[in-house]
T-cell receptor
């Protein structure tokens, strides 16, 4: 059983579409990160959330602590958004993260 | 201000050889974490180190794997007598001292292929 579950596992969208990726977790957390990984590439941290909502450009991340759920939204999607998006939660004790298996997004021109 | 630097980016080893993966944390970061990403799987925690100390190695395989973070120089993840199943991407992350949620930064990873 994974502490972090993401959905969908794979997502294909047309350029310009609004995209939502979901993350549910089963442990108490002190923070949640959304990460981006391009094929064969490194990992980039997009957001760190402990409550509420954050926006950066076309990306929006929200978290509901009571429901143990977070969403990553991409507005006006573009082919360069094609990547794997990973949800990671940090537990209050210790210093490690638990990771979802990622959502593979493909945006078609 | 360089980020977390990992090298090499790609490493090919024959079965039975040793693999050494290096990670230089961001300037000012004193905590290093190693993660492994097996093909088609998510990232898994391996080990958490501070300078000259292993804090948590609960994710490290019991044999053949070791990690260090010396007073001077990068953190090293060492895999002895590699096997095909060790083929994976190994990511390093660094962070400022405990108590902050900010500044957690990943490196670009080392892709190890065992042939």
């Amino acid at each position: 059983k994974n502490e972090v579950e993401q959905s969908p596992q794979n997502l294909t969208a047309q350029e310009g579409e609004f995209i939502t990726i979901n993350c549910s977790y089963s442990v108490g957390i002190s923070a949640l990160h959304w990460l981006q990984q391009h094929p064969g590439g490194g990992i980039v941290s997009l957001f760190m959330l402990s409550s509420g909502k954050k926006k950066h450009g076309r990306l929006i991340a929200t978290i509901n602590i009571q429901e143990k759920h977070s969403s990553l939204h991409i507005t006006a999607s573009h082919p360069r958004d094609s990547a794997v998006y990973i949800c990671a939660v940090k537990v209050p004790t210790g210093n490690q993260f638990y990771f979802g298996t990622g959502t593979s997004l493909t945006v078609i021109p | 201000n360089a980020g977390v630097m990992q090298n090499p980016r790609h490493l090919v080893r024959r079965r039975g050889q040793e693999a050494r993966l290096r990670c230089s944390p961001m300037k000012g970061h004193s905590h290093v974490y190693w993660y492994r990403q097996l093909p088609e799987e998510g990232l898994k925690f391996m080990v958490y180190l501070q300078k000259e100390n292993i804090i948590d190695e609960s994710g490290m395989p019991k044999e053949r794997f070791s990690a260090e973070f010396p007073k001077e120089g990068p953190s090293i993840l060492r895999i002895q007598q590699v096997v095909r199943g060790d083929s994976a991407a190994y990511f390093c992350a660094s962070s400022p001292p405990v108590g902050t949620n900010y500044g957690y930064t990943f490196g670009s990873g080392t892709r190890l292929t065992v042939v």
